[in-house]
C-alpha cells in the first residue's frame, strides 16, 4: 500500500462525517437549518471555528439566488477554502532546512506525554541516514529511563551515535554535552529528544527554556528548528499545546501524528489557520515510512475524499458532458 492510500485509510473517520453531511447538503434547498447540519459536521472533524466561519461565508455566497446546492458547488467551496488555509504553511522539508542552515543543525523536538517524540526522532534521524546524514542523537528526556533506552535501541539500528546520561540526569546538562559533542565530531544535524511535558505546568516550561538556552550558548542561533509534535487523535487540545509551546519555546514546526487512528484529522486545518506554522511532516502509521513531509494538496484530498461527492454529482456531470457532445456536434 503506497503511502497516499495509507493517508487517505488514517483519515477515513474524519471523512466519512465531512463526506456524509455533504451528500445529504447536494441537491437540497440551502436553507439555515441544513447549513446549520453542515457546520456542524465541520466542527466535529475540527476545523475549527474560524475555517468553518470561512467556509459557510463562501458557501452562502455562492448558493445566492439559487434554490438548491448544486452537485459539486459545496465540495468546491470547502476544498478551495481548505487549500487557502494550507497551502500558506506547507513548508520547506527538514532535508531543504538542513541543506541551507548552518553546521550543526540543531532540531529540538517538544510536545506533551505520549505524543510519539521519541520515535519522531528516531524516524527523522533514519531518514537523514537514507539522505547520506550523520545525526547525532541527545537524549534529554532524562526523565524517563524507558525513553534513553528507546532512543539507544534506534540508534543502534539506524548506525548514529547518542550522546546519553544517566536516569534522572539534568537535561540541560545532557543538551550541553551534546552540543559539545556535536562541535567536536563535526556533525551536520543534532536531533534533540526532551521530556514529555503538560504545556500548562510551568515548571516544566521553564526546564525547557532552560534547555534551549544552554543550546543557544553553545551554538548561537541554535536550535534552528523547534519541532513540536502533537497527536491529532485529542482534538481541540492540540491546539491549545500548539499556542502554549509556541509562546514559550517559539515554535517553527510542526509534526503532526496518529493521523491514522482519528476523526479529528481537520485539526492540523484549525492550527494552520490560527498559528499560520509550517506543518513539516504527518505521521499515519508505525513504519518509518508512514512519516512523510506535509503536502496540503495531497492532505485535502484525502480529508474530502474524491471530488464526486455523490451519485447524483456523477449522473449530473454525465449530462453536462452529453450537452457539451451535441454542442460541438
Known sequence: MGWLQRLSDGLTKTRDIVRGSLDRLLGRAADPALLEEFEAALIASDLGARVVDRVLEHLKTQLQGTDASQPGQVYTVLRATLLDVLTPVQGLSLESLIEKGPKPFVILAVGVNGVGKTTTIAKIAQRLVQAGKAPLLVAADTFRAAAIDQLQVWADRIGVEVIRHRHGADPAAVAFDGMAAAKARQVNVVLVDTAG?????????????????????????????????????????????????????????????????????????????????????????????????????????????????????????????????????
Request: charged content about 25%; some cysteine.
Open 197 to 329: 511535558r503538560l504545556h500548562t505546568k510551568s515548571n516544566l516550561m521553564d526546564e525547557l527554556r532552560k534547555i534551549t538556552r544552554v543550546i543557544a550558548g553553545e551554538c548561537p542561533g541554535a536550535p534552528h528548528e523547534v519541532l513540536l509534535v502533537l497527536d491529532a487523535t485529542v482534538g481541540q487540545n492540540a491546539l491549545s499545546q500548539a499556542r502554549q509551546f509556541h509562546q514559550d519555546v517559539g515554535v517553527t514546526g510542526l509534526v503532526l501524528t496518529k493521523l491514522d487512528g482519528t476523526a479529528r484529522g481537520g485539526i492540523v486545518v484549525a492550527i494552520a489557520e490560527e498559528l499560520k506554522l509550517p506543518v513539516r511532516l504527518i505521521g499515519v502509521g508505525e513504519s518509518v515510512e508512514d512519516l512523510q513531509d506535509f503536502q496540503s494538496d495531497a492532505f485535502v484530498d484525502a480529508l474530502l475524499g474524491p471530488s464526486t461527492p455523490s451519485s447524483a454529482w456523477q449522473d449530473t456531470k454525465k449530462s453536462a458532458n452529453s450537452v457539451l457532445d451535441t454542442r460541438e456536434a
